[in-house]
C-alpha cells in the first residue's frame, strides 16, 4: 500500500463533569443501575476463547461488600501454557501486521471509549473498585482514551526516527518486536493502567498475556470486551485472572517471555526482577523490564506557600479515591506558622468530608478494595492511636460491617521517622511532620533521605528560591514533581509518569520512552556502488 500513513495529532480527552442535569449522570446511573442487577460470569481469554476452569472467585461491591455482582475463573499452569502458545500463534501474524493497522485498533478502541462504550467502564470501574463518578471519569474514560491516541502517535514517531544516509547508501531501521510474549501485570486503583499495560507492548507488535489484580477483574473483562469490539485479533492479548503464584511462576517460568510491563507492590516487582534474572539462560534473550511501583509521596510546604492552596492540595492530595493511588500525598512537611494558621481548619474540612456508596454522587470518599486492605490500614492507624510521638487529629474510624470504610485520617507526629511518614499504607492516611522554619534546608534533606520511595512530591512556596531551593535539593526524591500543586493526577502527553529509587525504573507510562521499550530496532545498511577490490588506495606502491 503505497501510503505514508499519519496519527491524527493526539488532543486529551474532555472531562465530562456529571453536574445534575447533565445527559452523562443519567446514562451512567442506568447504566450503574443495569450492571448491579446482574451476577456477571468471566472466563478467561485464551487466542479469543472463553475459558472457565470452574474454580471461581465472587466479586463483590467494595462498599457493598455482601453484593455480589460477578464471578470470575481462575486460571493456573495449565491455562498460562495454552495462552503461551496463543500468544506465539498470534505472533505470526500480529507482528507482521502493517503498524498503522495495528494502530488503528486502538484508535478505534479510543473512541468507542469516548463514546459508546464509556458509561460501560465508568460504571463498572465504580461498583468494582468503589471510585466516585468524577474518579472514574479522569481514570476508565479520559486518561485511557489519551493511552490510546497518545500512544499510537507515539509510535508513529518512534518508526519515523531513521538515520542519516551518505550518498551511495541507504540507510534504516526496523522497529521490530520483541522476540517473544510480554508479561503485563496490572493493579486494581486504576482502570486506566489495566488498559494501558497490555496495550502499550501490543501497539509496537507484541503479543500479551495479561494478569489483571484479582480485585479488578471486572472492570478487565469489560477492557477485553472493548479490545474486541475495536477489532483486536484473537491471541494478540490474552486476559487471565488468577492467583499470583499460579499465574505468574509459570508465565516467568517459560522460555518465550521477552518483557514485564508491571505496576503493584515494590516487594513483588523485586521478587519478579530476581526470578527472571535468574532464568536468563533459558530465555531467548534479556526480557525488559519496566515496572511502576510503591510511592510515599510528599507535600513540603515553606513559609511562604499559599495557605488554602496547601490545604486544598493536602484533601484532594491524599484522600481522593481513599489514597489508594501510588502517587496519594501521605506525608507533609509544614513549617509551624503555616501549621499555627490551617491546622484548625484543616482539620474541619477532614471531619466533613462525606463518605459513602460510590452510587451517592454526592460522596467524595467511598470504601477502600478490600479486605486485606482494610485490615492493613486500619493496623497503622491502630499505632498511631498507641504511639506516645504521634496523635490522631482527624478521622481513625474503620468500619467493615456494610463496605471496608475508613474515615480520611490526619496524624500529626513530632518525629520525622514515624512509621506512617515512612511506609507506604495505600489509604486516606496523612502524617504531618511540623518544622521550624529556620530549618527548611535541613528538613528537606529529611524529606529526601526518609522514604525508600520517589515516585511523586510536591512544594509549596511563593518564594521563587524557595522553590529553586526544594526543586534542587529533592532533585531524586521524585519522578513527577509539583509546584504549587497536589502531587497526583499526572495527564497523558503532560506529565509522563514514572518514579525512581523503590518505585520503579521510570519508564514514564504515556510517553515515548515507555513505547521504545517494547521494540527491537535492526539497523539496515543497502550499499547501490559495493566495492569490487579488497585493495584500499593506501596500499599501492608509490
Not at 456529571?18 to 460470569?41: C, N, T
Not at 506465539?88 to 478505534?108: D, G, Y
Request: aromatic share 12%; with cysteine.
Amino acid at each position: 500500500m503505497n501510503t505514508i500513513f499519519q496519527i491524527p495529532k493526539p488532543v486529551n480527552e474532555p472531562l465530562l463533569d456529571y453536574a445534575p442535569g447533565r445527559p452523562e449522570r443519567a446514562e451512567l446511573k442506568a447504566k450503574i443501575s443495569e450492571l448491579r442487577d446482574q451476577v456477571i460470569d468471566i472466563p478467561l481469554l485464551i487466542g479469543g476463547r472463553e475459558i472457565r476452569t470452574g474454580r471461581t472467585v465472587d466479586i463483590v461491591i467494595p462498599h457493598e461488600n455482601k453484593k455480589v455482582i460477578g464471578r470470575y475463573h481462575k486460571a493456573g499452569p495449565r491455562e498460562v501454557a495454552l495462552a503461551v502458545q496463543a500468544a506465539a500463534a498470534a505472533r505470526e501474524t500480529w507482528s507482521r501486521m502493517p503498524w498503522h493497522a495495528r494502530a488503528a485498533v486502538f484508535l478505534k478502541a479510543g473512541e468507542l471509549l469516548a463514546t459508546t462504550w464509556r458509561q460501560t467502564l465508568n460504571a463498572a470501574t465504580m461498583l468494582g473498585q468503589s471510585k466516585n463518578p468524577y474518579q472514574a471519569e479522569i481514570d476508565a474514560a479520559c486518561e485511557l482514551v489519551d493511552f490510546y491516541r497518545f500512544n499510537t502517535y507515539y509510535a508513529e514517531r518512534i518508526y519515523d526516527q531513521q538515520p542519516f544516509s551518505p550518498s551511495g547508501s541507504w540507510n534504516y531501521v526496523n522497529y521490530r518486536p520483541l522476540e517473544g510474549f510480554v508479561f503485563a501485570v496490572t493493579p486494581f486503583n486504576f482502570t486506566s493502567i489495566a488498559g494501558n499495560l497490555p496495550t502499550a507492548p501490543a501497539i509496537m507488535g507484541n503479543t500479551v498475556i495479561w494478569k489483571p489484580a484479582s480485585t479488578a477483574v471486572y472492570s478487565g473483562y469489560f477492557l477485553m470486551k472493548l479490545w474486541q469490539a475495536a477489532g483486536l485479533p484473537d491471541g494478540a492479548i490474552n486476559m487471565l485472572p488468577g492467583a499470583g503464584g499460579e499465574v505468574g511462576d509459570p508465565v516467568i517460568d517459560s522460555r518465550d517471555l521477552m518483557g514485564l510491563h508491571y505496576t503493584g507492590s515494590t516487594a513483588v516487582f523485586n521478587g519478579m526482577w530476581a526470578t527472571i534474572t535468574g532464568n536468563f539462560s533459558k530465555y531467548r534473550g534479556y526480557p525488559r523490564v519496566v515496572g511502576e511501583t510503591g510511592g510515599k509521596d510528599f507535600i513540603f510546604a515553606h513559609e511562604s506557600c499559599d495557605p488554602e492552596a496547601l490545604k486544598c492540595a493536602i484533601v484532594r492530595g491524599a484522600y481522593e479515591y481513599q489514597g489508594q493511588k501510588c502517587s496519594a500525598a501521605s506525608r507533609a512537611y509544614i513549617p509551624r506558622s503555616v501549621w499555627n494558621a490551617i491546622k484548625d481548619d484543616l482539620v474541619t474540612q477532614i471531619k466533613g468530608i462525606k463518605m459513602g456508596p460510590a452510587e451517592d454522587f454526592t460522596n467524595f470518599v467511598n470504601a477502600v478494595i478490600d479486605k486485606n486492605s482494610f485490615d492493613n490500614i486500619k493496623s497503622y492507624i491502630d499505632f498511631a492511636k498507641a504511639a506516645p510521638d504521634a496523635k490522631v487529629l482527624a478521622g481513625g474510624v474503620c468500619d467493615d460491617t456494610e463496605g471496608y470504610y475508613v474515615q480520611p485520617t490526619l496524624i500529626e507526629t513530632i518525629s520525622p521517622h514515624f512509621k506512617t511518614m515512612q511506609e507506604e499504607i495505600f489509604g486516606p492516611v496523612m502524617t504531618v511532620y511540623v518544622y521550624d522554619g529556620g530549618k527548611f534546608e535541613e528538613t528537606l534533606r529529611l524529606c529526601d533521605a526518609t522514604s525508600p520511595y520517589a515516585l511523586t512530591g510536591a512544594i509549596f512556596a511563593q518564594d521563587r528560591a524557595a522553590v529553586m531551593k526544594a526543586e534542587t535539593m529533592l532533585e531524586n526524591a521524585a519522578g513527577n514533581f509539583y509546584i504549587n500543586d497536589k502531587p497526583t493526577g499526572a495527564v497523558v502527553g503532560q506529565q509522563p509518569f514514572g518514579g525512581t529509587r523503590a518505585s520503579g525504573t521510570n519508564d514514564k507510562a504515556g510517553s515515548l520512552i515507555n513505547m521504545m521499550r517494547w521494540t527491537s530496532p535492526r539497523a539496515v545498511k543497502e550499499n547501490f556502488t559495493p566495492p569490487h577490490d579488497y585493495r584500499y588506495p593506501f596500499m599501492r606502491e608509490e
